[in-house]
C-alpha cells in the first residue's frame, strides 16, 4: 500500500494514581527520542492511521481511547521516499496529533523502536528532539491539567 501525503503522530500518556506519565520513544533508524510518529497510508484517514500506528508500535491487542488534538505541524515532504508519487506542488506534509491513554495497558514495542521512557512532563519535554512532539505533549498535559480532553474517535 503506499504512502498517504500527511504524517501522524500520538502522544501516550497513562495514570499511575494521582500521576500522570508520559511515554517516549527511542527511534530505532535514527537514534533519537520521539512520540509514536507515522505516516497515513492510501484511503485511510489520519484518525485510522494514528489507530493504526499505536497498535502497531506498541503491539496492543486491544482498543484504547484515542483523542485528537488541535495541534498540528508541517513537514518538508523532502524528507519522504514517496514524495515521487504524491500529487505535482506536494511541498509540505501536514502532521496530525492525537493522544493514546495507555493507563493500564500493557505494550510491546515494535521494531522501529529501541526502548521507551515513562516521564513526567518536564521529562518528557527536555527529552524529545522535535519540536512537533513537544508542542503536542505541552497541548496534551495542558488539557490533562483542565480535564478538558476531546471526544476520542471511534
Do not use: C
Amino acid at each position: 500500500m503506499s504512502r498517504a501525503p500527511f504524517q501522524i503522530l500520538v502522544i501516550p500518556f497513562r495514570r499511575v494514581g494521582e500521576e500522570i506519565e508520559f511515554a517516549v520513544l527511542r527511534r530505532r533508524d535514527m537514534d533519537v527520542w520521539q512520540a509514536v510518529a507515522g505516516g497515513g497510508e492510501s484511503g485511510e484517514s489520519p484518525q485510522q492511521a494514528a489507530v493504526r500506528e499505536a497498535r502497531e508500535e506498541f503491539g496492543l491487542d486491544r482498543t484504547i481511547a484515542l483523542y485528537p488534538l488541535q495541534t498540528t505541524a508541517s513537514i518538508p515532504a523532502r524528507f519522504f521516499a514517496d514524495r515521487d508519487i504524491w500529487p505535482m506542488g506536494t511541498y509540505v506534509v501536514p502532521e496530525y496529533a492525537f493522544a493514546a491513554d495507555l493507563t493500564d495497558v500493557e505494550i510491546k514495542l515494535s521494531h522501529e523502536h529501541t526502548a521507551v521512557q515513562w516521564l513526567d512532563y518536564k521529562a518528557a519535554s527536555e527529552l524529545l528532539r522535535f519540536d512537533s512532539n513537544r508542542t503536542a505533549l505541552n497541548e496534551l498535559h495542558e488539557r490533562l491539567l483542565a480535564t478538558d480532553l476531546p471526544q476520542p474517535v471511534q
